[in-house]
């Protein structure tokens, strides 16, 4: 069993940097970590992603330039740098990943696993 705990959340004003980090445990990580977020009433959507074994990166358009998604294969850790924060940022983060390799990672649908999330607000 797969089991990732995150941290880094915080209380933020507009402009501000945050880092979220995610601990992986239980299982060696060889295909994506993610990172998604849900705002209240909304749906859970994708915000970046990356390759554990290379380091292809995706990332969501509304977060393009801002975020930057990284990992450590020795450590088992996958971080979310947060730069230049907006209001609309404001939502619980989540570390995810699949149970076999996937192609659409884009979609919440393919994950298997995910953190218990940490709170991101933009008090703005």
């Known amino acids: 069993q797969v089991q990732l705990v995150e941290s880094g959340g915080g209380l933020v004003q507009a402009g501000d940097s945050l880092r979220l980090s995610c601990a992986a445990s239980g299982r060696t990580f060889r295909w994506y970590l993610a990172w998604f977020r849900q705002a209240p009433g909304k749906e859970r959507e994708f915000v970046a992603a990356?390759?554990?074994?290379?380091?292809?990166?995706y990332y969501a358009d509304s977060v393009k330039g801002r975020f930057t998604i990284s990992r450590d294969n020795a450590k088992n850790m996958v971080y979310l740098q947060m730069n230049s924060l907006k209001p609309e940022d404001t939502a619980v983060y989540y570390c995810?990943?699949?149970?076999?390799?996937?192609?659409?990672?884009?979609?919440?649908?393919?994950?298997?696993?995910w953190g218990q999330g940490t709170q991101v607000t933009d008090s703005s």
């Open positions: 995810a990943a699949p149970s076999r390799d996937i192609v659409l990672v884009t979609t919440r649908f393919a994950y298997d696993y």
């Open positions: 990356i390759r554990w074994s290379i380091d292809n990166t």
